[in-house]
Structures are given as structure tokens and as C-alpha cells.
């Protein structure tokens, strides 16, 4: 599987939202969602979209897509005079790049408890526990077989 390199968690991490807004804040994540369900967009099409639900200001949205372009969340590119913006990567890819952190986190810091919690949480469900067996013995194959 792909890893992704880029924090994607620099903000943090918020047990209690759902979803994205677990590490991005309220605009950001409506940013996304529209840019992963229609793109690339221009500054006024991802405005028009997000005046849909909210008063908000050309300069605001402007200034979040330029700062999520820095963050290495969008991609921009020049059509004409205006920029139009694309999410970097699809909603799968961002969404294990975020697993993928938080839990490299948690075993970085607290291996023995992570992986024990982790495996009380899944056992709970045995549809799920069946998954990581087959996870586990499909990446012991893999080792095996001198692949990463």
C-alpha cells in the first residue's frame, strides 16, 4: 500500500469529530469534500459551492485554498488569470494517510499499549478480526516473498 509522506495530521487530531474534520478544521473540510466530489475548480466555483450552506467571503476561501495548496493538500494549476484547484490526493488515499499517522504515532510512543487496545477494540467485532488475520497473513507472504 501507498504510504503518504506529507503530514496530513499537522493540526492535530480530534477523536471526537467525524471524519476529516478529525484533522481538519470546519472549512477546510468542506473545501475537500466539494474537491473530491467535482474538480478542478476555480476560487469563485469552490465559493459558489460553499455560499450553498454558509455566508462567506471571496478573500476567505481564497486564502484557505492557498493555504491548503502550502500544505500540500491541493494541487493548483494556472488556466487564464485564475488558478483552479484539485485535491492531491483521492478521499481513500488521504483518509489512510491519516491512519497511517495517527497510528505511527501511537506505536511510536506507546507500542505494547496501542497494539493491545487495538486488538481488545477489533476483537470485539469478529467480521473485523477476521480481516486483520487476513491482513496479517497476507503481509507475512508478502515478507516472505522479500516485498515490503
Same mark, same amino acid.
Given at each position: ?44 466555483? #469552490? $465559493? ?6 454558509r455566508e462567506i467571503a471571496?478573500?476567505?476561501? @481564497?486564502?484557505? +485554498?492557498? *493555504? ?32 497511517q499517522e495517527v497510528l ?10 496501542a497494539l493491545s487496545a487495538? #486488538? $481488545? ?13 487476513? @491482513?496479517?497473513? +497476507?503481509? *507475512? ?8
Amino acid at each position: 500500500m501507498k504510504r503518504i509522506k506529507p503530514k496530513i495530521t499537522s493540526r492535530g487530531f480530534t477523536p471526537g469529530k467525524r471524519g476529516t474534520a478529525q484533522v481538519l478544521g470546519e472549512l477546510q473540510t468542506a473545501v475537500m469534500e466539494i474537491l473530491w466530489s467535482e474538480s478542478p475548480l476555480a476560487v469563485t466555483e #469552490v $465559493e459558489q459551492k460553499l455560499q450553498k450552506n454558509r455566508e462567506i467571503a471571496h478573500t476567505t476561501v @481564497l486564502t484557505t +485554498l492557498d *493555504r491548503m495548496h502550502g500544505n500540500n493538500l491541493l494541487l493548483r494549476e494556472k488556466q487564464g488569470k485564475a488558478y483552479v484547484y484539485s485535491p492531491r490526493y483521492s478521499k481513500a488515499e488521504f483518509e489512510r494517510g491519516v491512519a497511517q499517522e495517527v497510528l505511527s504515532g501511537l506505536l511510536t510512543q506507546f507500542a505494547e499499549p496501542a497494539l493491545s487496545a487495538f #486488538v $481488545e477494540l477489533v476483537g470485539e467485532d469478529g467480521e473485523k478480526l477476521d480481516q486483520l488475520e487476513e @491482513l496479517i497473513r +497476507l503481509k *507475512r507472504e508478502r515478507m516472505e516473498n522479500g516485498e515490503k
